[in-house]
């Protein structure tokens, strides 16, 4: 696993750009998004972060765990993201 200094963001818009040209590996992608973008281009995921593709609505693809962004018996919490994309998808990085 890589570290955050050391993200290739190039790597991250040929995965946004390629399920942009192919949807059909959105499907693929929802069930295994690590393996699926290290197949891509051999995308090293950070320490920590999980992967999402993002639609022009901003959906997330797999959808985050329910919570995430907060919850009335969360009284606090956090979030880190980066994205890159291509066009109207985009590769989101989280923790």
């Not at 991250?12 to 949807?23: D, F, G, T």
């Not at 959906?59 to 890159?84: C, I, N, V």
Request: aromatic share 10%.
């Amino acid at each position: 696993m890589a570290g955050i200094a050391s993200v290739d963001y190039s790597k991250m818009v040929e995965i946004a750009r390629a399920v942009y040209e192919n949807p059909s590996l959105l499907a693929e992608f929802e069930r295994a998004p690590e393996a699926t973008a290290k197949k891509i281009n051999g995308f090293e995921i950070p320490t920590g972060f999980h992967l999402h593709i993002a639609d022009a609505d901003n959906k997330l693809y797999p959808a985050e765990e329910a919570g995430t962004f907060g919850a009335s018996d969360r009284s606090q919490w956090a979030r880190m993201e980066f994205r890159a994309g291509y066009k109207t998808v985009s590769l989101v990085a989280c923790a």
